[in-house]
Every structure is written in C-alpha cells, then in structure tokens.
C-alpha cells in the first residue's frame, strides 16, 4: 500500500513562497506520475501541476505557471511543489498524489493515491 505525507504548508502574506513536500512510502514511487492538486470551500478539486515518472515531463496549470514549480527525487520518494509569488486566490488545501501508470494525467479519477492534505493559506 503507498502512504503519501505532505507537508511544508502554512500561513504566508501575499507576495510569499511556501514549499510544499510529499514524501511517499510503499509501492515504486519511481514509477508512478504525481500531481498536487488543491481544493478550496465549494470549488472542485483541481490539478495545479503534475510531473511524469522521469521527470521528463511536467504540468501545470494556467494560474500558477511561471511562479510554481514541480520537481521529484525518486531516490528520497518525494515530490516538491515550490510556489512563489503566492496569492490569496491560490488559498486551499494541497493534495499530493500518485498516478501508477506514470504518465500525467489531469483528471483527479486517474489518481490512484492520495495524501491527507495540507493547508495553505494566502493573506492578503
């Protein structure tokens, strides 16, 4: 069974930078794609961005491009999303996920595991 544990999320004044970590345990993290995703109060769960199991690949959707970045080190089993330039609008929970095909997908249903979350809060 893979467990994914998030963590790096907080309180942060507009114009900030938080990063988030994920480290995962169980399973071949080296083969999977992973994607964080974020969900705020009645707006549906949402992709933000994805790497491919080699890393050869990423994702990242049209609000966060040029200020957050995705990357994974597949011998620690993590997964990073460094997010700078952080705006009120980007307030939600974060959620790490795995995808064991390896290729990335943006819908949430081809995840396969996810992480507990972690909250991320942008004060204007």
């Known amino acids: 069974q893979v467990q994914l544990v998030e963590s790096g999320g907080g309180l942060v004044q507009a114009g900030g930078w938080l990063r988030l970590s994920c480290a995962a345990s169980?399973?071949?993290?080296?083969?999977?794609?992973m994607g964080w995703f974020r969900q705020s109060p009645g707006k549906e769960r949402e992709l933000v961005a994805a790497i491919n199991w080699s890393a050869g690949r990423t994702y990242y959707e049209d609000s966060v491009k040029g200020r957050f970045t995705i990357s994974r080190d597949n011998a620690k089993k993590t997964v990073s999303l460094q997010m700078n330039s952080l705006k009120p609008e980007d307030t939600a929970v974060y959620y790490c996920?795995?995808?064991?095909?390896?290729?990335?997908?943006?819908?949430?249903?081809?995840?396969?595991?996810w992480g507990q979350g972690t909250q991320v809060t942008v004060s204007s």
């Open positions: 169980g399973g071949t993290f080296s083969s999977y794609a």
């Open positions: 996920a795995a995808e064991r095909r390896g290729a990335i997908a943006t819908s949430s249903h081809a995840y396969d595991y």
